[in-house]
């Protein structure tokens, strides 16, 4: 089946002149907040890119500018650590072939490659430590001035700076190219570590380009030997550490517990130490357990000094259900600052005798996650109406449901709920008024667009 080329991009003169302003919104609200995560979509569908401040605690001790330990040290100084999230950048995205499944983006990407984003990244630090919030450590050219260096020597610091790759950690949910995009992925560069659900980790590597790609195992899947502690890594520049993540960070998947199609329905949580430290009131150290395997560079630990905070992605959704069982049984407490869950609900095979399999829960499901986790933010992903071709593209179907709808239907289940009740309990004469549930934060970004979660 022949395909029809998308038009070609418009200038991106006047786009990013947009990018810059639309971040320096998110500087200045940032230097409004404190150091606080920022969160950024790249395109109109489900690439983001994740920003975590360093903590207190990561601070590093004194460290060499050259080798491995130059490079952890330099990529401290700065305020962030940059996860990338499923990119797709420009281009289709192709499973099988294009007769069998293809899609293009509508709406042109924020960035148009990875070198445009790592510079992008690069002046949102230099905007960020220019408001006061420099990373830990002294700049390039100070440190030559006090230990006596020449012009050489620090032309050579900011060189090395200049060349450091800004993007930290990759993370791939799926295996489908929507989400495991080849042509982008290979932008990035080889020594950023990846981390991928088992089947695009295979994937991955079988390109045989980046060094390092670890797979983000499933609850239920036999786990890898328990991660160190942070008291045996109490500074990770430490030239005897494999880790490819900070202590402080830890990456898990979570997927159900009943088959569901192809695995669509799974959930990454990237949970973190907070930057805005606080003293809790016991000093008993604990640690985190959220009920499934995971891939970190150490268990985060319940410290004196430490938040946990975490930001949940589930592109195609996960049963809210699920969230609820789990969330019982997490010690200590993770604050989900924003739950990543798309609006539209999708489905496959639907024919007026028969219902279609689910591929995107919606809006509803997203709307009970966001209860159950309590999250700060509901913001929406992969809701983006592409162009596509192939057979599959006959057998999708959309159905479009804004965040009051899903309200609407809440409301309605509630008042069937009670309904239900007042009949067992012998009360026909209720009227049925409910106690008003709240709204959730919800935020929908474009692609370009990025919040600060305060």
Known sequence: MGLTQPPPSPNSASAAQLHRELHSAAAQATAKAGRVPILTHLNADTSWLVQLPYPASALPATAPDSGRQGRRRRRKRRVHYNILIDPWLRGPQIDIGSWFSAQWHVTESAWGSIAELEEWIRESEEVLSARGYAGQGKKAGERGRKKGRGNAEEEEDKAKEEREQMIDAVVVSHEYSDHCHRPTLLEVDREVP????????????SW????????IPSAGEDAPPPPPSRSTIMDDDDADSDSELPYWIRIDRLTSPASSFVDLHSAILISFESAATTTPTT??????TIHTSSSSSSSLQDEPTSHLQGILYTPHGIHAELFSSQTKKQKPKIEILALLHGLHEMSIGAWPWRRGTALNLGAY??????????ARYWIGTHDEVKRSGGIISYLLSRKVVTVREALEMEREREREREQRQ??????EDGDGDGDEIGSPRFVDLAGGESI???
């Open 194 to 205: 990846v981390f991928a659900a088992k089947k695009a980790a295979a994937i991955i590597r």
């Open 208 to 215: 045989n380009h980046f060094s390092t790609v670890r797979e």
């Open 283 to 288: 000093t008993t150290t604990t640690t985190t």
């Open 365 to 374: 499901n997203g709307l009970k996650s966001a209860r159950v986790l309590k």
């Open 422 to 427: 007042r009949r067992r309990d012998g009360d």
């Open 452 to 454: 600060a979660l305060e």
